[in-house]
């Protein structure tokens, strides 16, 4: 990767961000939605520290096997990986 597009992608991540929060005085929306959107946050973050939790599990229960270390954090990835191909995220 080339420092011309490290750089876009860092703006273009950062154009993003602050977009919303210049947005987010001139959008209003009722308080249903935004309660909405609040629980929406949290599930999905539940949900990712979930399915992460999970991987690191096995993780942990093939390191407590005395598993390989090359093995443990495949079996890790492979479980939090599949699990988000299931669509357990």
Known sequence: M??????????????????????RGRITVSARVERLVDLGATALLVALVAVNAVGVAVGALAAWRKAPFVLVVVLAAATTALLRLAGIH
């Open 2 to 23: 080339t420092w011309g597009i490290v750089l876009s992608l860092a703006a273009g991540t950062y154009l993003i961000r602050i977009t919303g929060l210049l947005l």
